[in-house]
């Protein structure tokens, strides 16, 4: 079995622990990374071994499965809402949305899509 994809959009303080846990499990492959400060993607990538893409090439990325979205609070639902647009899960740090509305929305966008939608601290 091949492991799965993930690109993540993020790379600040708490993407450190995401990258190093990613590592330890078979299941899951950092292939990406992307954040609006490109400067950072390209550090964490150089760091770990990835591409350091731009958040629209990644979302685009066909080999990305699931986006891992560390992206600040505030964002988190506009960059949920792209990924699952472009067919990928999402796994958001916490929390999942700063509002309940945002929430459901995500929810029901991901259903519809047939993807899935996750949320918890590193």
């Given amino acids: 079995m091949s492991a799965t994809k993930v690109g993540i959009i993020g790379c600040g303080n708490i993407s450190g622990i995401y990258f190093q846990a990613g590592k ?3 299941a899951i492959e950092i292939v990406a990374c992307a954040d609006i400060m490109k400067e950072r993607a390209v550090a964490k990538a150089e760091e770990h ?3 350091a893409l731009g958040v629209e090439e ?9 986006v891992m979205n ?17 067919g990928k899960s999402v796994h958001n740090e916490k929390p999942l949305a700063i509002s309940r509305e945002d929430g459901k929305k995500m929810l029901d966008m991901a259903k519809a899509k047939g993807v899935r939608v996750g949320c918890a601290p590193d």
């Fill in 70 to 86: 560390l992206t600040i609070p505030i964002a988190h639902a506009e960059v949920a809402f792209k990924a699952i647009e472009a």
């Fill in 24 to 26: 330890t499990f078979e």
């Fill in 49 to 51: 071994g990835c591409k």
């Fill in 58 to 66: 990644l979302l685009a990325d066909s080999e990305i499965d699931i």
